[in-house]
């Protein structure tokens, strides 16, 4: 009596065989293993997680820093009108400046000037620039910082437009309604002779 054994069942079989041989540890040069289509797949680790909140506090650091820059900027309203002589306020700032200019390494800008008239306009208005006025004023600053001990004055002071976006007159109208109303953007108070208003709203009561 023959018995016909299909060939997947030989497969099976052998396949099995193999498995056991290897198990045991007596295969070591088998022909599966010397096959050119056995390949290795490298798993490499997954990538470590960004910490909780770097990517706000990267914001946050850059923030801090276009802060600092912004201490570095002399506005056009610290020197007196049409002139390169600084107010009392400018000068104090000045001297703000050389004490940190050790430690920071910003540029110190001189505003650009905004209240010039040019003659050649239609209607004469004194909102212009006047390059001449804003080097005078950019190497009186320098002259001050040098005699304040800042010996890379001349080469850091430059003339250019502030970084921070002024606040214009319907802007600072509001600005200045909430700081007498007390209110954090919705109150609506009027505050007293003694600072003790009453806000409608979301704001709290509290004149000057």
């Not at 208003?197 to 709290?204: K, V």
Request: proline share 7%; glycine share 12%.
């Amino acid at each position: 009596m023959k018995i016909h054994a299909s060939p997947n069942w030989c497969l099976m079989t052998l396949a099995m065989a193999c498995t056991c041989l290897a198990s045991a540890g007596c295969c070591h040069d088998c022909w599966w293993k010397k096959s050119k289509w056995t390949v290795e797949v490298p798993v490499p680790c997954p990538p470590s997680p960004t910490p909780n909140g770097q990517a706000v506090q990267n914001i946050l650091q850059q923030q801090e820093v276009n802060g600092e820059a912004i201490d570095f900027v002399i506005y056009d309203h610290e020197f007196v009108a049409g002139t390169q002589r600084l107010t009392p306020a400018g000068e104090s700032h000045v001297r703000q400046i050389a004490a940190r200019a050790k430690e920071s390494p910003f540029p110190v800008v001189i505003e650009e000037s905004s209240l010039a008239i040019k003659p050649e306009t239609e209607y004469g208005f004194p909102v212009h620039n006047d390059r001449e006025l804003d080097s005078q004023r950019r190497v009186l600053v320098a002259r001050a910082l040098n005699i304040l001990g800042v010996a890379s004055a001349d080469s850091r002071v430059v003339v250019g437009p502030a970084p921070a976006a002024p606040a214009y007159s319907h802007e600072a109208e509001i600005s200045f309604g909430r700081g007498f109303s007390g209110g954090n953007g919705n109150g609506n108070g009027n505050g007293n002779g003694n600072g003790n208003g009453n806000g409608n709203g979301n704001g709290a009561g509290g004149g000057f």
